[in-house]
């Protein structure tokens, strides 16, 4: 771009100047998984997923906002680790049943979050909870 400066004397000058126009990445969803984990009081679901750039490099410190639905609910927010990861483990789960987590929204400053580029936003694990008052002869 060509830039004109007029000073307060009626002094003119022309320079060239390089303007650079910084476009935001994308980010999104490259993996997700879900398990289960056994615990002494019951079981839980977990949810790991990783966030990468468009240049497919980790994206650290993005804030993940998500849900779990079915037989456990509950919104989840945290931000990613310095390799892009981040973990979650659910309340008990109650009932057998499908425990899906579906990725709401991701942020970081000069990010654009875009749900299409990468892995599906949500994963399932079907969940079958043990009999109760099991008896045996």
């Known amino acids: 771009a060509t830039l004109t400066v007029t000073d307060d004397n ?6 060239t100047v390089s303007i650079d126009v910084t476009v ?6 490259s993996a997700i998984e879900t398990s289960t984990h056994s615990e002494p009081d019951g079981t839980r679901a977990a949810v790991w997923l990783e966030v ?10 993005a ?13 989840m ?10 973990e979650w483990i659910s309340d008990m789960i109650p009932e057998s049943g499908t ?10 400053p000069g990010y654009e979050y875009d749900p299409e580029l990468g892995d599906e936003p949500s994963a399932s694990v ?3 909870a043990p009999p109760k008052n099991l008896r045996f002869f």
């Open 63 to 75: 804030v993940v906002i998500g849900h779990w639905s079915g037989p456990v609910s509950g919104t």
């Open 99 to 108: 425990v899906t987590f579906t990725v709401d929204s991701i942020s970081a």
């Open 24 to 29: 935001d990445q994308y980010l999104f969803v």
């Open 126 to 128: 079907i969940f079958s």
């Open 10 to 15: 009626g002094g003119t000058d022309t320079d």
């Open 77 to 86: 927010t945290g931000t990613t680790s310095e390799n892009g990861t981040i």
């Open 52 to 61: 990468l750039d468009s240049e497919h490099l980790p994206v650290t410190g």
